[in-house]
């Protein structure tokens, strides 16, 4: 790790931390609604960036995950159990729809997974008895942890960026375990990588799994954030709006969903000027950037630094030519 | 009996409409790998093309289904080929999934914003007669836009099969470079398929629209079937395609009617799910082989 | 020299429709031999090879490795049986380093799924990897981005790679493929050197007439999905049967 | 739709000459302007406009100008929150808005935290059941509706079994659960129940289902794309049993879609402008002059609900969310004295209104009023 990244490791720290001081209400929700989201992102850039894999059910796990912890922790079971099995339960529910897909052909994953969410929607509206139906839960309670009430909006911020910060964490420790080298490999090379000895498909699976169950963490920040949750916000159009996140961040680097996250919640608020033209202009950017630069904002940031990075001489290049 | 009838004859002239979005929907990922999200925004916008020819320019009818179909053979095939899919080709199938999704939202919301945000009613081309056919009633709309669908898509089939540009474009679909070596200019042949697809959705956008009412977001619901009926089918077959969206046209009416009309768009999906698992080339699809 | 044969196949038949690219083809391969594979354009051998490697099914006909058949082996469990290859186009991992290609090559070897997610980073491999890239003479690009490397430079990381883990076997598809004259010599070279070392056994298939007979102990000559010939360097050259069959006779 | 822009610039212009002089009063507006709500969502927001810019040139509340703001809730109920959070954050008093109800039971949460009366436009019975001092409705919800339409279907029309065709959304659930208990309360059967979904196109099941359960009426609670598909599709199976609704199905944008297939249908109305008021009449002829299409419901509502913001704190007489949100509890307006709400309306302690209703019925492509049924 070079004292670069380390330094902007503690700035970003540090940005989080101030960023809600003197702000308003509306401006701290919104700050929890990216960090929410960059959770979110992040698992699908797990699914996406690393092990190549497109998943259109990111709002669905993301829905299950705020479904379980509104349930249990509006049953009274503390949100710090409810939290695991909404982790627990999109984990395995990853496996389970994940494993049929991948063994059969790499690119189906994303069918399974359109369907999967369109029918996460159907039961969440129909199975009134369990979920309310389409009007939705109403009045899920936030987390108390001792004498730490997160009722207000500031303290729910800190909850939400704790949350936030060991997750990044925990995905930061295992991309740079083995883990982290055998999804980079299969990202760049699968065939290579599989006769190199990784089970692929297994590895594969595992990413969407764990990528799912980061959505199954984001659902159950979001159920105490908003404090309501119906079935009609965890359509497939949030699913495409994660993937927006990823994509035009940048997949396959870390701080990619973060700043996609940043731009799609944000966006809409800046371009609010704009009255009813700013989805016009919203889908003309999103546009734009995929023409100029298919691999999202932080690969055009890498572009322009090689760019305007002096040219390293490299001895072997000539001794490369003669060999 | 005259119950079955019924929901066979409304499912599959429902189905013939899905059957023409789905089989763009195939032809463009045959020929350049491109998911296009924006499928049900193309069958949505010809309407709207119809609409504003008439009530702005003040055309006739025949008029204006004509410009409608040449605004979406320029606008949505070849502008949408050159100006999005070409430039995003070479860096693969995520990016461009994204500009699709992003071109849907914008043709869908500059509908709404410089046309309307309600629903339009849409000019008939054929009589609304009824007529009683075994107890089922059958309009000569439904009728007309079964035969008119068929006929495109058997008309297309003939074209690809029969004639010499037909069949440079299923080898560039099959293989590009090969294609290439035997001298078809594979740029042209992807061009073309781009424009049939803007032709079929029009088509399909014409037919549909006096009886779904021409609307900003019908698109999601119609790319949303398009899409399952592609994969149904067979992605990589234009009978597949057919197949696929008469089969989830008399589906959805089956299940409305007879399983949940609270779960009827399940089914479908469920179809799908299946599929992926049993038969992953789809009813009608061919293998495409074991990807090494 | 022991005879203890590492890989057996045994009447390797692969049909495509009505075109047989590999006919009955049977042949042994005994530890520390280095073995070419030969063979006119569409003879078969691309074929061959890639029923060995279990991707593509065989119509008939069985492989065994150290003697246990793979059939319906996976690459990645062919790996694990100590089966390293290599790959007629570059295959490296292009956005990693060197050095982490290296490793990647030799991780799956290492503990379990489990302990490679709570172990060191670099799963303990750091130094054997380095004495890799050192053996092969990579050392001074160990942390370039391995697409930034020259193609004969990624030629010799592929192989790098298929040696990390250690293989018993290891087959190398075209390793000559485009790479210069100067470099070629230096590949053979390494390749030789390590045989001799570790004594692992080789698999190769080539065009280039010159490589081939100036590596391998033993050739093996296939012509439409069938072998014509088989022998030492000397007597292949001397073959009526495989010049015919290069001539187009 | 250039016309809207022109206006809303006019507008903003106006706006911006006005508050260089005066202190201001602010309002807020939240509504579904993108999104699949942006139909109903803007005919509201053109009513609330039509209805500020009056007041403004009236000389606005207390003589002070209105400035509002225009909130895009894009009929996401999440980011609606979000904007009641903004709007209150921003200083407004009071708020207009949403139309759609899964949005407002989220966002009627935050207003009531702060303390900021709501006027709203949905009509889901669960709204002012939560027993929330800060949210009004601008028209009755659709539980206050039912009996009326249960005792239509019983003693009129002397039907004992009917069938309802409902939107499975959260607007469609609560109208057809309301529907459901009060004919079962009144002895009336429900003998077909065929929920749609959102943006449905083909209706021909739901009709072939209702057509073969012997009803002998059909109550339909569909969005008006939707309600318009499924009467076309009536016809065309021949469905020929009476055909009841809401508001929605007799409103002018069915029967610009449905066409002839439109003629017959019923609604229990709560507000049309089909109305024989003069004060709707007005109402009607200048918002058609101002926006090019002749208003709904909806925009009667966003109408209404602004004027009353100003007629409440008129009589408090000072700009204090608190105590316009008390004077409103059990207020009542008369039309004559307070014209802005068009019809005599009064709400109860929980914000729910009562008013006058119309059975409307379509002749020959125009929706008449029939009868005027009384305030409940």
């Not at chain 4, 019925?361 to 929706?367: F, I, S, T």
Request: proline fraction near 4%; hydrophobic fraction near 50%; include cysteine.
């Amino acid at each position: 790790m070079t004292a670069f990244r380390i330094l902007f490791l503690i700035t970003f720290s540090v940005a989080l931390l101030l960023a809600p001081i003197g702000q308003s209400n509306y401006i701290i929700y919104i700050l929890c609604s990216w960090l929410i989201f960059s959770i979110s992102a992040m698992g699908l850039n797990l699914t996406l960036g690393y092990a190549g894999q497109i998943s259109l059910a990111q709002a669905a796990f993301m829905g299950i995950g705020a479904y379980v912890t509104a349930l249990l922790t509006m049953a009274g079971v503390h949100w710090l159990v409810a939290v695991f099995c909404s982790i627990s339960a999109t984990f395995l529910i990853g496996l389970a729809l994940g494993y049929p897909a991948l063994r059969v052909q790499h690119h189906f994953l994303a069918f399974v997974t359109l369907a999967f969410n369109a029918l996460v929607f159907l039961v969440l509206r129909n199975e009134e008895w369990l979920t309310g139906g389409s009007l939705g839960l109403v009045g899920i309670p936030r987390p108390v942890f001792g004498p730490f009430d997160t009722m207000k909006q500031l303290p729910f911020y800190y909850f939400t960026v704790v949350c936030f910060l060991v997750t990044a964490g925990a995905m930061a420790w295992m991309l740079r375990s083995p883990w982290g080298r055998a999804f980079k490999a299969l990202r760049e090379n699968p065939i290579r990588a599989n006769s190199l000895g990784l089970n692929t498909t297994r590895m594969t699976l595992l990413a969407f799994a764990i990528g799912s169950s980061m959505a199954g963490l984001a659902g159950a920040l979001q159920a105490p954030l908003v404090q309501f949750i119906e079935p009609g916000s965890f359509t497939l159009i949030l699913s495409l709006k994660i993937l927006l996140m990823v994509i035009v961040g940048g997949s396959g680097y870390f701080f990619g969903p973060i700043l996609g996250a940043a731009l799609v919640v944000l966006l809409p608020e800046m371009l609010r000027f704009t009255d009813g033209y700013y989805l016009i202009i919203y889908a003309l950017l999103v546009l734009v950037v995929m023409i100029f630069s298919p691999q999202g904002l932080l690969g055009l940031g890498r572009k322009l630094l090689i760019a305007m990075k002096p040219r390293k001489e490299r001895g072997d290049l000539k001794q490369g030519a003669q060999l | 009996m005259a119950e079955l009838l019924q929901i066979l004859i409304s499912g599959l002239s429902s189905g013939a409409i899905y059957a023409l979005a789905a089989v763009g929907f195939t032809l463009l990922w045959q020929a350049s790998q491109t998911i296009n999200f924006a499928q049900g925004e193309f069958v949505m916008l010809p309407a709207f093309f119809v609409l504003a020819g008439m009530t702005l320019f003040g055309l006739p009818l025949w008029a204006a289904i004509l410009t409608a179909f040449v605004l979406s053979i320029v606008i949505l095939g070849a502008m949408f080929k050159k100006l999005v899919v070409e430039p995003m080709l070479p860096h693969g199938t995520m990016p461009l999934v994204i500009a699709t999704i992003a071109l849907g939202l914008l043709m869908k919301e500059s509908v709404k914003e410089f046309y309307s945000a309600q629903g339009q009613p849409f000019p008939s081309l054929f009589p609304q007669h009824v007529m009683d056919f075994f107890g089922a009633s059958v309009s000569v709309q439904d009728l007309c836009n079964l035969a008119v669908a068929f006929a495109a898509i058997i008309a297309l089939q003939l074209f690809l099969q029969r004639t010499r540009t037909g069949r440079a474009m299923q080898a560039t679909a099959q293989d590009p470079r090969v294609a290439e070596i035997l001298g078809v200019d594979v740029k042209r042949m992807v061009m073309y398929t781009f424009l049939i697809n803007g032709a079929l959705a029009a088509i399909a956008s014409i037919l549909i629209s006096p009886v779904y009412l021409a609307k900003f977001s019908n698109g999601e619901t119609l790319g949303m079937i398009a899409f399952i009926a592609a994969i149904v089918g067979g992605f990589n077959q234009i009978r597949g395609a057919l197949v696929g969206g008469l089969l989830i046209g008399v589906l959805d009416n089956l299940a409305a009617v007879y399983i949940s009309a609270e779960y009827r768009t399940a089914i479908p999906l469920i179809l799908l799910i299946v599929i992926i698992m049993v038969r992953p080339q789809g009813i009608m699809g061919t293998s495409e082989g074991r990807t090494v | 020299m022991q005879t203890e044969t590492v890989l057996s196949v045994k009447d390797m038949t692969k049909h495509f429709g009505p075109i047989k690219a590999v006919n009955g083809v049977s042949f042994e391969v005994q530890k520390g031999e280095i073995l070419g594979l030969i063979g006119p354009n569409g003879s078969g051998k691309s074929t061959l090879f890639n029923c060995i490697l279990g991707q593509l099914a065989p119509s008939s006909g069985t492989v065994q490795i150290n003697g246990k058949s793979v059939a319906g082996a996976q690459a990645h469990d062919l790996n694990r049986l100590g089966v390293g290859r290599t790959f007629q186009q570059l295959s490296v991992f292009p956005q990693m380093s060197v050095i982490e290609n290296i490793i990647m090559a030799g991780q799956e070897h290492q503990g379990t799924m489990f302990t490679r997610l709570f172990g060191k980073s670099d799963a303990g491999l750091t130094s054997a990897a380095e004495d890799m890239i050192e053996f092969f003479r990579l050392g001074h690009l160990r942390d370039e981005m391995a697409g930034s490397l020259s193609y004969g430079q990624q030629k010799l990381l592929d192989a790098a790679m298929a040696f990390m883990a250690g293989p018993g076997l290891v087959l190398l598809d075209e390793p000559a493929g485009g790479v210069n004259l100067t470099m070629l010599q230096y590949l053979k070279e390494r390749l030789i050197t390590y045989n001799r070392e570790h004594g692992t056994t080789f698999v190769v298939i080539e065009h280039n007439m010159e490589f081939v007979m100036s590596l391998c102990t033993r050739i093996i000559v296939l012509a439409e999905g069938e072998i014509i010939a088989e022998g030492a360097p000397e007597d292949i050259r001397a073959n009526q049967n495989v010049i015919d069959a290069y001539l187009g006779g | 739709m250039k016309r809207r822009v022109f206006a809303g610039v006019s507008l903003s212009v106006m706006m911006m000459a006005m508050s260089a002089h005066a202190e201001t009063v602010k309002i807020a507006n939240i509504a579904e302007l993108s999104g699949p709500g942006a139909a109903a969502g803007s005919v509201w927001s053109d009513g609330v406009d039509l209805a500020i810019d009056e007041i403004n040139a009236q000389g606005g509340i207390l003589g002070m100008q209105v400035d509002m703001s225009k909130y895009d809730t894009q009929t996401d109920p999440q980011v609606s929150r979000a904007l009641v959070q903004k709007a209150i954050d921003e200083g407004a008093f009071a708020l207009l808005g949403t139309v759609y109800s899964s949005s407002t039971v989220v966002n009627m949460l935050v207003a009531q935290q702060n303390g900021i009366p709501q006027f709203t436009a949905s009509e889901a019975p669960s709204i002012t059941q939560k027993g929330n001092p800060y949210i009004f409705r601008t028209n009755w919800g659709a539980q206050k509706g039912m009996p009326k339409i249960a005792t239509y279907l019983k003693d009129q029309l002397g039907v004992s079994k009917v069938a309802v065709a409902w939107a499975n959304t959260e607007f469609g659930k609560g109208g057809h659960d309301s529907f459901v208990e009060n004919v079962k309360a009144a002895g009336l059967d429900v003998v077909a129940d065929v929920p749609s979904e959102q943006g449905q196109a083909d209706f021909s099941a739901d009709v072939l289902k209702i057509k073969n359960s012997g009803a002998e009426a059909v109550f339909i609670y569909l969005t008006q794309e939707e309600a318009a598909r499924f009467l076309m599709e009536a016809v065309k199976q021949g469905l020929d049993i009476p055909r009841i609704g809401d508001s929605v199905l007799t409103s002018e944008k069915v029967i610009d879609l449905a066409g002839p297939a439109a003629n017959g249908a019923k609604s229990h109305a709560a507000l049309t402008i089909a109305a024989d008021d003069p004060l709707v009449q007005e109402f009607a002829a200048k918002f058609s002059k101002r926006f090019g299409y002749s208003p709904d419901y909806n925009g009667m509502k966003g109408y209404i609900g602004a004027y009353t913001i100003k007629y409440g704190t008129e009589m408090v007489g000072e700009v204090n969310s608190q105590k316009l949100a008390d004077v409103v509890h059990g207020l009542c307006l008369d039309a004559n004295t307070y014209p802005g709400v068009l019809i005599d309306m009064c709400w109860d302690d929980v914000g729910e209104v009562s008013r006058q209703s119309y059975m409307v019925e379509v002749k020959d492509g125009r929706e008449t009023v029939s009868e005027v049924l009384p305030a409940n």
